[in-house]
């Protein structure tokens, strides 16, 4: 006697998979702490440009600082977009279900 089939989810075309969750997390790492470099940049760039008397520059740099800590944690909870795949996945249309094609008999009910 055969077993009947089982339904399993399609196989992921390796091409079409995406990176593991480690690297994923590891580039949101270091695209945060680049940004956060930046902004002590600013920090630094905005006292020396203060000890200069750059009155044009410390505005610029006071909104680096404010605005790359947002942006940091915007990109850094961001996942990657999803790539779009070379390949088609084949469609596979199933039979529907008895149940659902036909439609019950209807009964009519007389009451007394």
């Known amino acids: 006697m055969r077993k009947p089939r089982q339904h399993h989810a ?3 075309l390796i091409t079409a998979a995406e990176p593991s969750q480690a690297d994923q997390l590891r580039s949101r790492q270091k695209r945060y702490l680049i940004m956060m470099g930046t902004r002590i940049l600013c920090l630094v760039g905005a006292a ?26 915007l990109i850094a909870n961001d996942r ?28 009519t009910v007389i009451e007394q």
């Open 10 to 12: 399609p196989a992921t």
């Open 48 to 73: 020396t440009a203060y000890s200069f008397q750059l009155t044009w520059a410390i505005p610029v740099f006071i909104v680096g600082m404010v605005a790359l800590p947002w942006m940091a944690v």
């Open 80 to 107: 990657p977009p999803r790539r779009p795949s070379r390949f088609r996945r084949p469609v596979i249309a199933l039979a529907p279900d008895r149940a659902t094609v036909e439609a019950p008999a209807r009964r």
